[in-house]
């Protein structure tokens, strides 16, 4: 059976891919200790680090080919690309590859203050995908109204897991179901 992914993939950060507020929780500099994977320690030794399901879920897209962006309304960019490009992920488990920086699963970053319409309308720009082959997990439901402009919108609760995501590719082929072989 095939089953069809949007084109792009976007992740908010905060209470999305990591448990905290990076502009609030979080001092820099940031550091990693080593080649530890999926941690990294602030000024204070606050650590950062994704949820459980989160690389496997990465790993998932860009095996698929599927674009990856993060849309984040953070007053700290600079804090939040820096942890994006320390923390390191774990190999995919069905490769020997070595682990990876985060930022490098990423296709685009869209990390500043602002109306998240304002994200997707510069990474529409970007990429010159449709809203329409677009999805959106977000923690926050004002966030949704980025269904104004096309993109299928998915709430997460606790951080994203392997169901979270399962029920936004879910409702996004609901909305698009032309078949497309995931991995094509």
């Known amino acids: 059976m095939t089953t069809r992914l949007p084109q792009l993939v976007t992740f908010d950060l905060d209470y999305t891919l990591w448990a905290l507020w990076i502009d609030s929780y979080i001092t820099g500099p940031l550091r990693r200790e080593g080649d530890t994977i999926n941690e990294v320690l602030d000024k204070h030794n606050e650590s950062i680090s994704f ?3 989160v690389p496997q879920i990465l790993h998932r897209l ?28 774990p190999p995919d488990k069905s490769t020997d590859d070595k682990p990876m920086r985060a930022i490098d699963f990423f296709d685009q970053l869209e990390i500043y203050p602002g109306s998240k319409l304002t994200h997707f309308k510069k990474l529409h720009q970007k990429t010159g995908i449709p809203y329409s082959e677009m999805l959106f997990f977000d923690d926050e439901i004002r966030n949704k109204e980025v269904e104004a402009l096309g ?3 998915c709430l997460v609760r606790n951080g994203v897991d392997d169901r979270t995501f399962e029920k936004g590719l879910a409702e996004w082929r609901k909305r698009h179901p032309v078949e497309v072989a995931e991995g094509a």
Do not use: E, Q
């Open 51 to 53: 949820y459980k399901d």
């Open 62 to 89: 860009r095996t698929a080919g599927v674009k990856i962006a993060a849309a984040s309304r953070t007053s700290a960019p600079t804090l939040a690309r820096s942890a994006l490009t320390l923390l390191l992920m």
């Open 151 to 153: 993109v299928t919108f």
